[in-house]
């Protein structure tokens, strides 16, 4: 879809989704490192895949001529920095735009470009403080938590390419190009769902809730979302409504077929249950037959009996679960690319199918692009 | 809705279906100029509405919910009756009308209700549509129902979260619901702009699940490399110590890393205990992680004695990245999303005023805005029947008669 389009990504790990995600819809995305970045670490590899590769120091005298001639023809130019730094002045908007007023600019930064804490240093664990979601993750009395995996470098690059998109769409009607302010920690809070509502609403502080649901009973009963099976956990709430309505009678009914212990289970009339009244007494009793049930099964056997039988819950997947999902395999979604180091692996692939198919991702050999440039040709 | 150009001015997207996942896509395009119709039922409301708190001074209604008037800003809001052949015969007009349709329906549901891409792209060929569930609209699960907040699970999130030797935690809410928001935006503006230079259509088949993976690239490509099942941590990180959370005055929290030897005696300098950047248990990185325990204690005392903000304060100063952990309520204070406008206030007709969310990013000439607070339901009936798709008095009333716009 972006066939035609040239982005120069200056991006570090702050920012690297947002030019993959430009890459996998079609855009040719041609990657700016130092030539000794490591390009063999898998977070390089994983979201700089689909990239072209060029050595290139923009810091430097001569980098930054050679970027300034790129910038001619781009079209994108995706940069993280704070204000102030050395990178700004390379980057800096005005600057670009009088060698391409049609160009837009990118600016990743953990704050946003201006306002009283713009120069704020933040890496993925300050931001997603800054951002409200550590508050709202962990044990209720327990420690703040972050996602063990960073997850607001990707929240903002997710954020950037939007941006550059809705930027470009302007240019094709105005023909002017702009500067894209993007903050990490504004980029954060999309990660809150609706929590901010009930304190803006109710002047209720939605807090960390641990392994339960709650606030959902009158009587302050909390239903337990986390079950031990065989081989890790499994995710399973308690639901009323049509679809939870149905998922309790399956589960019932494949607690029978399994001959398992009901309990209290065996008595309810669950078109008539209202898990919105229960007692904790009454979900205790319940949850107690349900947790020896779980327990016997493996998260697989779970993701395909709950599957069959249309019920909600999943199992707690481990990469190495996802990594042998049949529906990921189905929709091909993984794609074998050849590595820098010359080994080809199976990569994450394009975010989305379209018409019918998965955008391929594309090889851009690090030695090619290197000849390019030491020859002068244009990229793009 | 905005007086001023914005940069979808003049990009007419039609939604069906409820809920965060479709209906944030929206959102986002409207805030940007986009004209954005929210197709719903009295029937069936958008799920938002009635089933999710919170409400209008705690009481369910249909025009109380905070919830879904969160994610539907800057939109008009139409009922058509989509069990009536009539209704889907607007629905159509409507279709045609726009340039976008975004659907989040489970599979094959538009196709049964006769809006099916195919059948909806005869004579607009131009016609973009994104249709989002939780596994795609192909694969042996397509047809699985799912929240959010549980595929969140099977994508891997909730086992990343929480200490190493307890149970996963929850993230809030359908948290990869807005992976695939975020996700099916870029999509939709990427078609856009195909649609500008080619006059091509497009269908985008987005899998939430498939998403929310990209946000887990790294890791994924870590266990084809390596075979290292990534676990959850805590807040610990292998490239830097101190990395965590510590307890300060007044129970808030302060969130802070070092990810160099200069950056930790900088720390330590600031804090008043310079002798423990020379402390051999605490030197280089290795040596930090080793001894991790007594590192943290002498933060959590430090921090203990602390107001948040001032020891924020006092450390960005000596040159460590640190930030109080802001509850939810502190994002509201917070001194830099308000310096760029985070939240903008609209005055619902029933809700009162209410803070909508605005982007994460600021575009320097076309700067967007929340235009107009959500709908009432089938609060632009009128409007959009009769000013966009040009219908007579008579031909609405025939429409009526026949329930299409209940």
């Known amino acids: 879809m972006l066939k035609g389009r040239l982005v120069l990504d200056c991006s570090d790990r702050s920012g690297w989704l947002a030019g993959r ?8 995305v041609v990657k700016l490192d130092a030539r000794d970045t490591d390009r063999t670490d898998p977070g390089w590899q994983a979201y700089n895949v689909n990239k072209r590769p060029l050595d290139l120091d923009v810091t430097s005298e001569g980098g930054r001529r050679r970027f300034d001639d790129l910038v001619g023809i781009a079209d994108i130019v995706i940069a993280c920095y704070r204000p102030g730094t050395p990178a700004a ?13 049609q160009l837009i600019v990118v600016a990743i930064s953990p704050f946003g470009l201006s306002g009283p804490r713009a120069q704020w240093k933040a890496t993925d664990i300050e931001l997603m403080a800054a951002g409200g979601a550590m508050s709202l993750a962990g044990e209720p009395d327990g420690v703040p938590q972050r996602v063990s995996v960073p997850q607001s470098y990707s929240w903002t690059g ?26 990490g920690q504004a980029s954060v809070v999309l990660a809150l769902a609706h929590a901010p509502t009930f304190w803006d609403i109710e002047r209720k502080e939605p807090t960390r809730a641990g392994a339960y649901v709650t606030g959902r009973s009158v009587t302050g009963a909390r239903y337990r979302v986390f079950w031990p099976c065989r081989d890790g956990y499994l995710n399973f709430v308690l639901y009323g409504g049509s679809a939870g309505r149905r998922t309790n009678q399956q589960l019932v009914a494949w607690m029978r077929e399994t001959r398992a212990e009901l309990g209290p289970l065996a008595e309810i009339d669950w078109s008539r249950f209202d898990p919105t009244r229960a007692t904790q007494a009454e979900v205790d009793a319940i949850e107690a037959r349900m947790q020896a049930f779980f327990a016997t099964l493996t998260k697989r056997e779970f993701l395909d009996g709950a599957h069959r039988r249309e019920m909600l819950g999943y199992p707690i997947a481990t990469v190495a679960d996802i990594a042998e999902d049949p529906q990921l395999e189905a929709r091909r979604f993984w794609q074998m690319v050849r590595g820098p180091d010359g080994v080809t692996r199976r990569h994450c692939g394009s975010f989305a199918v379209i018409d019918g198919r998965r955008p391929p991702l594309r090889v851009w050999p690090l030695d090619a692009t290197r000849a390019a440039t030491a020859s002068g040709e244009t990229v793009g | 809705m905005s007086a001023v150009a914005q940069a979808l001015d003049g990009v007419k997207i039609v939604e069906f279906g409820g809920y965060a996942a479709g209906p944030h896509i929206g959102k986002i395009l409207a805030n940007y100029g986009a004209t954005v119709v929210h197709v719903e039922s009295r029937e069936r409301p958008d799920g938002f509405r009635l089933q999710y708190p919170p409400f209008k001074d705690g009481m369910p209604g249909i025009d109380r919910g905070g919830c879904f008037a969160f994610f539907n800003d800057s939109k008009y809001g139409i009922t058509l009756n989509l069990k009536r052949s009539a209704g889907v015969t607007l629905a159509r007009r409507l279709v045609a009308w726009g340039d976008v349709v975004i659907e989040n329906m489970r599979p094959g549901v538009m196709a049964r209700l006769g809006l099916g891409y195919e059948s909806l792209r005869t004579g607009h060929s131009d016609l973009i549509m994104l249709s989002t569930c939780n596994m795609g609209q192909t694969g042996p699960r397509a047809d699985t129902p799912g929240f959010g ?9 909730c086992g990343l979260t929480g200490e190493p030797d307890g149970s996963p935690m929850l993230l809030y809410g359908p948290y990869i619901d807005f992976i695939g928001s975020a996700l099916g935006t870029v999509a939709v503006l990427a078609a856009l702009d195909r649609r500008h230079r080619t006059g091509c259509g497009s269908y985008i088949d987005l899998s939430q699940y498939e998403c929310g993976l990209t946000f887990l690239a790294g890791a994924l490509l870590d266990y084809e490399i390596s075979g290292h099942v990534a676990e959850r941590a805590g807040n610990r990180d292998p490239d830097a110590a101190p990395h965590g959370a510590y307890l300060c005055r007044a129970g808030r929290w302060l969130a802070l890393s070092c990810w160099s030897d200069a950056e930790f005696a900088a720390l330590m300098r600031a804090i008043g205990r310079p002798a423990l950047a020379a402390d051999p248990r605490f030197a280089g990185l290795a040596a930090r992680q080793d001894h991790r325990a007594a590192l943290d204690a002498a933060l959590a005392a430090w921090c203990w004695t602390q107001d948040a903000d001032e020891a924020a304060i006092l450390l960005q100063h000596a040159g460590v990245a640190v930030h109080p952990v802001n509850t939810i309520s502190d994002l509201f204070d917070d001194l830099q999303l308000r310096h760029r406008r985070t939240w903008r206030t609209r005055r619902h007709p029933v809700i009162g005023d209410q803070a909508y969310h605005f982007p994460g990013f600021e575009l320097s000439r076309t700067p967007g805005d929340v235009t107009a607070p959500a709908p009432l339901l089938g609060a632009d009936n009128a409007t ?17 008669r026949e329930d299409a716009i209940d």
Do not use: M, W
């Not at chain 1, 995600?21 to 040719?28: H, I, N, S, V, Y």
């Not at chain 2, 029947?385 to 009526?400: M, S």
């Open chain 1, 158 to 183: 997710a954020q950037a390419a939007i941006g550059a998109l809705i930027a470009i769409n302007h240019r094709n009607v105005s023909g002017a190009g702009q500067l894209v302010d993007v903050s």
């Open chain 1, 21 to 28: 995600l430009l890459a996998d819809l079609g855009a040719e």
């Open chain 1, 89 to 101: 002045a390379v980057f800096d908007y005005d600057r670009l735009a009088t060698l391409n007023p």
């Open chain 2, 384 to 400: 959009v029947f009769q000013q966009f798709l040009k219908l007579d008095a008579a031909e609405l009333e025939a429409l009526r």
């Open chain 2, 149 to 157: 907040s549980q595929l969140t699970a099977l994508a891997g999130f």
